[in-house]
């Protein structure tokens, strides 16, 4: 069965993110293709980009910030 991919290009900072990201679910990266590139599974993309979003501003998962 083959796995459709999204190639990804970002900047090293936020590719860490995705590697992060990754190593706690390892269901996202499809193919690690050098500092700036990677591929991921077509249908976690979404949920990529919001996991990303939160990762990167500091929120929780599920939206549960502190910063009242």
């Known amino acids: 069965m083959a796995l459709l991919g999204v190639l990804?290009?970002?900047d090293p900072s936020?590719?860490?993110?995705i590697e992060q990201i990754d190593s706690e679910r390892n269901?996202?990266?499809i193919e690690n293709l050098g500092?700036?590139?990677v591929v991921i599974k077509e249908s976690k993309?979404?949920?990529?980009?919001v996991l990303e979003k939160s990762q990167?501003?500091?929120e929780k998962p599920g939206g549960?910030?502190?910063s009242d």
Do not use: P, T
């Open 45 to 49: 993309l979404e949920e990529l980009k």
């Open 14 to 17: 936020i590719k860490a993110i």
């Open 27 to 29: 269901d996202f990266i």
């Open 35 to 37: 500092d700036e590139v």
């Open 56 to 58: 990167a501003i500091g």
């Open 64 to 66: 549960d910030n502190d």
């Open 8 to 10: 990804v290009e970002c």
